[in-house]
């Protein structure tokens, strides 16, 4: 709960003499061989594939079978031969997660958790830095987040809070970006490796990446570049104006879905006497349509939306093998947020809003991040990590914010548009001040508990969120004062009794803090504050897993989950952003990995999995599910011979169940059906290598055309309907 400062916790203070301890007590380690140049689209086998090395589950690298939680791995080469563009097209192949849709974006739900617009409960990592968008904690992992610069993919799935703080609910998918880490000797020349991808297809898409990596005696730098449009899946859809044609029905209007995106990526790693050190720059920008609205009005004109990131990241590791493992982070993100929001067409609401209502914001914030972390083996089959965190994000104003109408009174008539109304800051309460997090986290493990095939990790992190507030409602009163304060608990038992079977047991508890969108919204129609009642997020997690690889050619992992999911986030029907509700999940989450050998004919590999989830306690009717499917199964195979490959996915995901609440109005009640009709997609991809140098894709997903759809949660019309067939053909270079 929050409480007023000062917080002379004894719980704290614990928790940080046990990270000073556990960094202080630290012991030589044996050096390590430095590890060889990455491949960047190196095919593995199945046995291969099981033997690379994860670092998220625990910080330090281990077999996924061997790790804390459930965790798996995507390489390059599995994202070219299945045709995965984007983070969400991996996520929605692996157990668990599934599509859910709010306002203009697809979301990612996650074990029979539906996702909103404003948030979702996983972290976003690239190369160990947490990428979370600053105002409202998103993990941006559609398209605008492009896979080509990077060379695979880490899964992690559960909690993650007692290692990486806040949002780290439902999992951690972390990016490991491409490198050339490896030094030339004096007789080497410059080496450069390129690559260069050109896409076109239906619905006005295209785009164009490119990515260089060089490396020379005393420097790697690695320099990539992505454009791509689309005019998106546009279709004809009721919303929630409940505007009616000549014969009384509700009329249907065209939903725009118009996107383009731009990422700017470049990498420097010094090498010889400073390596270690990382330097980054990322620039993401991108624009995009409001699909049905932001008060469900589909709007009558375009209103241009932009968000735009600049993130600076400089990061030293030290050198694996020494008697202390040292990292340093430090990183800058500036958000930069431009939108045209149509809340209401001409004419709306029996004629009062007569030239409709349109809110101009032109507005940014600043988020500093700092890491400091120790880790080592202070004796056999031992180890020992601690760390601080701290960042803070601040807010200086707007620099362009007025409306068509004084959004504070929603009542009133709005002027004529040459005398547009002048709005005050939209965090005009924290306007100045900064928001801080302090963290403090150490881990312990122990490889052979007892002298048995035994491992244990115990995790432990403390949080503080804290800033200063106006309170609006009261103007010249003193600043008031509040926080958050969290203790992050994880223990992980594993027994491996032979090098191909291991089961987990493994409990831990996660939170996501306020956003300052979902805290201190001011002056506008989107957001409204809600800094008094809002409480942090929680979810308390036990899993159950089994690991097995049968055979070189064959692997099976099933996991059993106990989720309890509390104060969780969203908008209300009203449109107030609340604590609206707390849940208790349990689920099976269980799939195989198969490889069969074909001599001369080439290689087949496929995966399968299930998921199946089942409410015990929350909104719902009799303990069913709602907002989110309770069944979902996916399956997928490859073949592979020589220069071609082909590859099929299909993906089912059973009927999604509304709440009784979402069904009152009895106008909107008739135009969709109890519950959203379950569906299954099947995506297409096959790649040819032309030349050494030159190969072709064609991609198709949604091969059956199958009309489907998203349920759109609250009393409303209609749901989201998901895209048709996509046709999609690409060439690409390496040089």
């Known amino acids: 709960m929050p409480r007023s400062f000062p917080l002379a916790s004894r719980r704290r203070g614990m928790l940080l003499a046990a990270v000073l301890c556990s960094t202080c007590a630290l012991a030589h380690e044996v050096p390590e061989e430095d590890e060889a140049p990455p491949e960047w689209t190196q095919s593995l086998t199945l046995e291969e594939l099981l033997r690379v090395e994860l670092s998220t589950p625990s910080k330090r690298l281990q077999l996924a079978r061997e790790a804390p939680g459930v965790a798996s791995v995507v390489t390059r080469e599995q994202m070219r031969r299945f045709g995965w563009a984007t983070i969400d097209e991996i996520l929605f192949s692996q157990p668990g997660f599934f599509p859910s849709h709010d306002y203009e974006r697809t979301t990612v739900g996650t074990r029979g958790l539906w996702e909103g617009w404003n948030n979702n409960h996983l972290l976003l990592l690239l190369d160990g830095v947490p990428m979370n968008d600053s105002d409202l904690a998103t993990a941006f992992t559609w398209e605008i987040s492009p896979l080509f610069l990077v060379k695979s993919v880490e899964i992690l799935r559960g909690p993650a809070s007692a290692l990486y703080g806040s949002s780290a609910i439902n999992g ?208 056999e089959g031992l180890s020992l990590l601690g760390g601080v965190e701290y960042s803070a994000t601040l807010y200086g104003g707007d620099s362009v914010h007025y409306a068509t109408a004084d959004l504070s009174v929603d009542s009133e008539d709005p002027p004529s548009p040459p005398t547009p109304v002048r709005l005050g800051p939209l965090y005009e309460s924290i306007l100045g001040e900064p928001l801080s997090n302090v963290g403090a986290y150490t881990q312990f493990a122990w490889n052979r508990l007892l002298s048995l095939p035994l491992s244990l990790t115990m995790g432990l992190r403390y949080d503080l969120k804290f800033f200063h507030y106006r309170d609006l409602e009261q103007p010249g009163t003193p600043r008031r004062f509040k926080s958050y304060e969290q203790v992050s608990p994880r223990i992980s038992l594993v027994f491996t009794p032979s090098p191909v079977f291991s089961l987990k047991f493994q409990g831990g508890r996660a939170f996501r803090a306020p956003s300052p969108g979902e805290l201190f919204g001011s002056n506008t129609w989107i957001l409204e504050a809600n800094v008094e009642r809002m409480r942090p997020e929680q979810v308390t997690t036990f899993e159950l897993n089994a690991d097995w690889s049968i055979s070189p050619q064959l692997s099976w992992r099933s996991t059993l989950f106990h989720s309890r999911y509390e104060n969780l986030i969203g908008f209300s029907a009203s449109n107030v952003q609340d604590n609206l509700m707390s849940q208790t999940n349990v689920g099976v989450e269980s799939e195989l990995l198969v490889e069969v050998g074909l001599g001369g004919m080439g290689r087949l590999s496929a995966f399968g999995n299930y998921t199946y989830v089942h409410l015990l306690e929350g909104a719902g009717r009799a303990g069913d599910l709602a907002w989110a499917p309770a069944h979902l199964a996916k399956a997928g195979a490859s073949y592979q011979r020589e220069h071609f490959s082909l590859a099929l996915q299909g993906r089912y995901q059973g009927s999604v169940l509304r709440r009784e609440e979402d069904r009152v109005d009895p106008l909107f009640r008739s135009l969709r059906p109890e519950q959203v009709p379950a569906w299954f997609r099947l995506d297409a991809n096959v790649r040819y290598q032309l030349t050494s140098w030159a190969a072709a894709e064609l991609k198709v997903s949604n091969l059956l055309d199958t009309e489907s759809y998203l349920v759109k949660t609250h009393d409303y019309p209609f749901d989201y309907r998901m895209e048709g067939r996509r046709v999609f053909v690409s060439l690409e270079a390496n040089l």
């Open 172 to 379: 951690v998918i972390a990016l490991n970006t491409l490198s050339s880490s490896h030094t030339l000797e004096d007789d080497e020349r410059l080496e450069i490796n390129n690559e260069a991808r050109v896409r076109v297809g239906n619905l006005g898409t295209a785009a164009v990446d490119a990515v260089a990596v060089t490396r020379s005696r005393h420097l790697s730098a690695v320099v990539g570049f992505q454009h791509q449009h689309t005019d998106g899946f546009s279709y004809l859809s009721h919303d929630g104006s409940r505007r009616t044609d000549a014969s009384g029905a509700l009329q249907r209007f065209l939903v725009n879905d118009r996107r383009d995106s731009s990422y700017l990526f470049v990498k420097l790693e010094p090498s010889r006497v400073l390596r270690g050190l990382s330097l980054q720059y990322h620039l993401q920008d991108w624009n995009h349509g409001t699909g049905h609205g932001w008060r469900q009005w589909v709007p009558d004109i375009d209103g241009p939306m932009r968000d735009r990131r600049h993130i600076a990241v400089a990061s030293y590791r030290s050198r694996p093998g020494g008697p202390l493992a040292q990292e340093y982070v430090f990183k800058y993100q500036r958000r930069e947020y431009e939108s045209h929001v149509r809340f209401y067409p001409s004419g709306a609401e029996d004629g009062r809003y007569r030239f409709g209502v349109t809110e101009v914001l032109e507005t940014a914030q600043d988020e500093l991040f700092g890491r400091a972390q120790l880790s080592g083996s202070p004796g």
